[in-house]
């Protein structure tokens, strides 16, 4: 009966296995370039929301005064006056007087993540004229100056468009790599199962009207799960643009990262439970097949037929291994001109790929069994309708 058990789910874990392989595979064969923007592009404005003075933010607001598009403005939105953040905004609007921004503070809405209050009430100070709403998260630093172009361009073939973040940690910690290899399987999983992405995302306002979004956002806690839950109900398309990649600071201390992990997976779950489930189900079964190999291991005579767990051992390592390979094959070309800082981080996948593949059973659970979470210092808990903040 075990052994039965066993070849099954050892048999699961290589179809597992592949299809990680393939999914990286497919990222690999994307263009990542895209064509340089020309004067007939339309009208874009880029709302970004900021709390706070994050490490790298001037840094990376900076860079999104340089965008090589000929036609865009962009609105900061934030929920104080007196945020931390508001000075950097202002100093880099006076540095950059050619490009047009402006600065918007948000009354917090009583239903919604603070978030989403300062992208609402920059939508409603943006360009009438702007045709295009891209939106971008203060602590991600652009692949390059073609991140707009690239983000517009893909809407030719889709209605919502997103990149995405790849972690590059820049210390020898534990947590920073760990932080990296397990983010990069959300990342091969959004570029092929057609996610959304806030830090990294675009529409047209025809389509935000069509979708009811600022509706559904008023009272969301999350704002792209909800987009991408009110493109599905509208029977819209998410495509993945390769060019909208944003470089982001991993966690660096393991409980943080858990703490996350589990906050994302709420969320997932509150607001797309078969994206949950799915998730859920794949991490069971890659703790089972690791506890059952563990017992066909210690256990004498458990295991009848010679070398079956060996073998299935050798072949399980040797998905590993092409995991791996194409993981790297798909970071570099996700980053075609950022080669010299990926070669530091490389080989960290081969050690931390299998423990992220145990962790996420730990973190499903986790978020299976809570009732809320809290955020910024702000609570929410799970209700019927999705998630409630806590006043």
Same mark, same amino acid.
């Given at each position: 009966m075990?052994e039965?058990?066993?070849?099954?789910?050892?048999?699961?874990m290589?179809?597992?296995?592949?299809?990680?392989?393939?999914?990286s595979?497919?990222v690999?064969?994307?263009?990542?370039? *895209?064509?340089?923007a020309s004067?007939?592009m339309?009208?874009?404005?880029l709302?970004i929301p900021?709390? !706070?003075?994050?490490?790298?933010?001037?840094?990376?607001l900076a860079?999104?005064?340089n965008?090589?598009?000929?036609n865009?403005e962009?609105?900061? !939105?934030?929920?104080?006056?007196?945020d931390?953040?508001?000075?950097?905004i202002?100093?880099l609007?006076?540095?950059?007087?050619?490009?047009?921004?402006?600065?918007?503070v948000?009354?917090?809405?009583?239903d *919604?993540?603070?978030?989403i209050s300062?992208?609402i009430?920059?939508?409603e %100070?943006t360009d009438?004229d702007?045709e295009?709403?891209?939106f971008?998260?203060s602590?991600?630093?652009?692949?390059?100056?073609q991140?707009?172009?690239?983000l517009?361009r893909?809407l030719?073939t889709?209605?919502?468009?997103?990149?995405?973040?790849?972690?590059?940690?820049?210390?020898?910690g534990?947590?920073p790599?760990?932080h990296?290899a397990?983010d990069?399987?959300? *990342?091969?999983?959004?570029?092929?199962?057609g996610?959304?992405?806030?830090?990294s995302?675009?529409?047209?306002?025809s389509?935000?009207t069509?979708?009811?979004?600022?509706?559904?956002w008023?009272?969301?806690?999350?704002?792209?799960?909800m987009?991408?839950k009110q493109?599905d109900?509208?029977g819209?398309?998410v495509?993945f643009?390769? !060019?909208g990649?944003?470089i982001?600071?991993?966690i660096d201390k393991?409980i943080?990262f858990?703490?996350?992990a589990?906050?994302q997976s709420?969320?997932?779950?509150?607001?797309?439970?078969?994206?949950?489930a799915k998730?859920?189900?794949f991490? *069971?079964?890659?703790?089972?097949?690791?506890?059952?190999?563990?017992i066909?291991?210690?256990v004498?005579?458990i295991?009848?037929?010679?070398?079956?767990?060996?073998? %299935?051992l050798?072949?399980?390592?040797?998905?590993?291994?092409g995991?791996?390979t194409?993981?790297?094959?798909?970071?570099f070309h996700?980053?075609?001109?950022?080669?010299?800082?990926?070669?530091h981080i490389?080989?960290h996948f081969a050690?931390?790929?299998?423990i992220?593949d145990?962790?996420?059973?730990?973190?499903?659970?986790?978020?299976?069994?809570a009732r809320?979470f809290?955020w910024?210092g702000?609570?929410?808990?799970i209700?019927?309708?999705?998630?409630e903040?806590?006043r």
């Amino acid at each position: 009966m075990f052994e039965s058990a066993y070849v099954t789910i050892a048999v699961l874990m290589a179809l597992l296995s592949l299809f990680g392989i393939v999914i990286s595979l497919r990222v690999c064969l994307l263009p990542n370039r *895209c064509e340089p923007a020309s004067g007939q592009m339309p009208r874009v404005s880029l709302i970004i929301p900021c709390k !706070g003075n994050e490490p790298g933010l001037e840094q990376a607001l900076a860079a999104h005064f340089n965008h090589d598009y000929p036609n865009y403005e962009i609105v900061f !939105g934030v929920d104080d006056a007196n945020d931390a953040s508001v000075a950097i905004i202002n100093e880099l609007m006076k540095r950059f007087p050619k490009t047009s921004a402006q600065l918007v503070v948000a009354p917090q809405l009583p239903d *919604c993540v603070s978030k989403i209050s300062n992208q609402i009430a920059a939508i409603e %100070a943006t360009d009438p004229d702007s045709e295009i709403l891209v939106f971008a998260d203060s602590d991600g630093m652009v692949r390059d100056d073609q991140w707009l172009t690239a983000l517009v361009r893909r809407l030719e073939t889709c209605d919502v468009s997103s990149g995405f973040r790849w972690h590059f940690p820049e210390t020898n910690g534990f947590a920073p790599k760990f932080h990296a290899a397990w983010d990069s399987t959300l *990342c091969m999983l959004h570029v092929n199962t057609g996610t959304v992405w806030g830090g990294s995302m675009a529409f047209r306002r025809s389509f935000m009207t069509r979708m009811n979004l600022l509706h559904a956002w008023s009272t969301a806690a999350t704002d792209d799960l909800m987009v991408k839950k009110q493109c599905d109900a509208v029977g819209g398309t998410v495509g993945f643009s390769a !060019g909208g990649m944003v470089i982001s600071e991993p966690i660096d201390k393991i409980i943080p990262f858990f703490n996350w992990a589990v906050r994302q997976s709420v969320l997932v779950r509150a607001t797309t439970y078969r994206v949950y489930a799915k998730a859920a189900a794949f991490s *069971c079964i890659f703790a089972i097949y690791y506890t059952a190999t563990v017992i066909a291991l210690t256990v004498p005579g458990i295991i009848t037929t010679p070398w079956l767990v060996q073998c %299935a051992l050798l072949i399980h390592i040797a998905m590993i291994i092409g995991r791996i390979t194409m993981r790297r094959r798909a970071m570099f070309h996700l980053f075609p001109d950022h080669h010299a800082r990926l070669r530091h981080i490389r080989w960290h996948f081969a050690a931390l790929l299998p423990i992220a593949d145990i962790v996420s059973f730990f973190v499903a659970f986790r978020a299976g069994i809570a009732r809320g979470f809290t955020w910024r210092g702000i609570q929410y808990r799970i209700a019927a309708n999705g998630i409630e903040r806590q006043r």
